[in-house]
């Protein structure tokens, strides 16, 4: 059980390890970057797709009442787990082929007040 502890411990800190590495915003990505990139967000996304479910109830409580906060927020949250793990495997199988990233925000926690949204699947990178 420890090691299975362990093992999981250092695939979490290398996976954010790698998604803290600073961007470059003038310079398109190379192929190797965008591969790397699509195998940690698909990584990523897979392991913390569950704090879609909370980030739901705090927004839609945000917008209305707690009663539908956290009933409409555990479903939406629910789905947006679902859509996250689906882009999560789909980032993985498809991390030799260059595209753009199907999930805004990238990351669950880049922008915890953002509503997570889907873009158009295998856009080629630019």
């Known amino acids: 059980m420890k090691r299975n502890t362990r093992t999981l411990a250092t695939v979490l800190l290398a996976a954010s390890l790698f998604t ?7 310079e398109a990505e190379s192929y190797g970057e965008t591969f790397g990139r699509k195998l940690t967000t698909g990584l990523a996304n897979i392991a913390t797709s569950s704090l879609e479910i909370p980030k739901s109830i705090i ?4 917008q209305s ?8 927020g555990t479903f939406k949250g ?12 789909l980032d993985l ?4 082929i ?4 199907i999930v ?8 915890f007040n953002a509503e997570t949204t889907y873009g158009k699947a295998f856009r080629p990178s630019d």
């Open 59 to 62: 927004l839609i409580n945000n």
């Open 20 to 26: 803290s590495l600073p961007t470059r915003a003038d």
């Open 93 to 96: 199988v498809s991390a030799p």
């Open 104 to 111: 805004h925000p990238l990351y669950v926690w880049d922008n």
């Open 98 to 101: 260059p595209t753009q990233p």
């Open 78 to 89: 629910l789905l947006n787990m679902g859509g996250r793990i689906g882009v999560g495997v």
């Open 65 to 72: 009442n707690v009663i539908y906060g956290f009933i409409g």
